[in-house]
């Protein structure tokens, strides 16, 4: 199953903005709105940041936001701060000729 | 609260076979999709596969179908990731999640087995 895109690392200054991208296919991320979002700290379990593109699960500040736009959708966190250094992965539903589901290959935000 | 509890590390020699756990606790088990993530060591999430307990309708990425087995019990809202033959391959920790149907994303996850397979 190939994994969708993302860059290896981004990194930003407390206070500052970082966004993620994801490139999918026209098979999954530009032909559904079902891009959800985890977060995954060292050690510790993933955890859903964001769901159907742009949509926040309770307790999730409102810092995290996501959009799409074609086969790329994108993760921005806003006003960066260290308890939000982790990797970060993106997921999307896909025609379910392969796998009915497909990560991104993660993205580790660093906190400078 | 809503929860899912994994059993234990394993470490298990190639050939060998194993069952894992994952309890669900606080939600009605059978409404809910359980799906298993295979993170192998420093690498990233890959999808393995999904069941609905309340009909036993499960679905294999090809990546995994022939390889493990997804079952669930719904008398103890316990869902199982099995293998019958295992691999030094097959060591990773594997997660358990909960998928609300419709929801196409694992809302809530378990903590995680780490599965170690070695001569």
């Known amino acids: 199953q190939s994994a969708l895109t993302q860059p290896p690392s981004v990194s930003g200054s407390p206070g500052q903005s970082v966004t993620i991208s994801c490139t999918g296919t026209s098979s999954d991320v530009g032909r559904y709105n079902r891009v959800s979002w985890y977060q995954q700290p060292p050690g510790t379990a993933p955890k859903l940041m964001i769901y159907e593109v742009s949509n926040r699960p309770s307790g999730v500040p409102d810092r995290f936001s996501g959009s799409k736009s074609g086969n790329t959708a994108s993760l921005t966190i806003s006003g960066l701060q260290a308890e939000d250094e982790a990797d970060y992965y993106c997921s999307s539903y896909r025609t379910s000729s392969t796998s009915l589901y497909v990560f991104g290959n993660g993205t580790k935000v660093t906190v400078l | ?119």
């Open chain 2, 1 to 119: 609260e809503v929860q899912l509890v994994q059993s234990g590390a394993e470490v298990k020699k190639p050939g060998e076979s194993l069952k894992i756990s994952c309890q669900g606790s606080g939600y009605t088990f059978t409404t809910y999709w359980i799906g298993w993530v295979r993170q192998m060591p420093g690498k990233g999430l890959e999808w393995m596969g999904i069941m609905y307990p309340g009909d036993s309708d499960t679905r294999y990425s090809p990546s995994f179908q022939g390889q493990v087995t997804i079952s669930a019990d719904t008398s103890t809202s316990t869902a199982y990731l099995q293998w019958s033959n295992l691999k030094a391959s097959d060591s990773a920790i594997y997660y358990c999640a909960r998928q609300p149907t419709g929801y196409y994303a694992m809302d809530v996850w378990g903590q995680g087995t780490t599965v170690t397979v070695s001569s």
